[in-house]
Nanobody, 118 residues
Framework: QVQLAELGGGLVQPGGSLTLACRVA???????????LGWYRQGPGKEREFVAR???????YYADSVKGRFTISRDKAKSMLYLRMDSLRLEDTAVYYC?????????WGQGTQVTVSS
C-alpha cells in the first residue's frame, strides 16, 4: 500500500506563488516500483483533471493550462513530491490531489485547497 498526504495550500492573490508538497509513505518496495507520481485538481463544479506528472525516468508532463507556470519535482531521498505554482490565476482555484500510479492502480491523497483570490 502507498499512502499520500498533501501539505501546503491556502489563499493566494492572483499572480502569486505557492508550493504544494506530498508525502509518500508505505511499503518501500511498492514506492520504489511506482510508475508515476503526479498532481490532479478539481475546481468548483468541475471534474477532476490532470495537472502534472513526473515519471520515474525524470520526464515531466503538464496540462496545457499550467505549462510554463507550474513545476513538478521529486525528492526521492525524502519521499516527497512537490508542485511549485507561479503566476497563479483565479481559474487555478481547486482542491489539489497527489496521485501515485503502480501497475494501473491509482492512489490518492486527501486533497488540499488552493484558493486564488484578490
Amino acid at each position: 500500500q502507498v499512502q499520500l498526504a498533501e501539505l501546503g495550500g491556502g489563499l493566494v492573490q492572483p499572480g502569486g506563488s505557492l508550493t504544494l508538497a506530498c508525502r509518500v509513505a508505505g511499503n518501500v518496495d511498492e514506492i520504489n516500483d511506482l510508475d508515476s507520481l503526479g498532481w490532479y485538481r478539481q475546481g468548483p463544479g468541475k471534474e477532476r483533471e490532470f495537472v502534472a506528472r513526473g515519471g520515474s525516468g525524470g520526464t515531466a508532463y503538464y496540462a496545457d493550462s499550467v505549462k510554463g507556470r507550474f513545476t513538478i519535482s521529486r525528492d526521492k531521498a525524502k519521499s516527497m513530491l512537490y508542485l511549485r505554482m507561479d503566476s497563479l490565476r483565479l481559474e487555478d482555484t481547486a482542491v489539489y490531489y497527489c496521485n501515485a500510479n503502480r501497475r494501473a492502480t491509482d492512489y490518492w491523497g486527501q486533497g488540499t485547497q488552493v484558493t486564488v483570490s484578490s
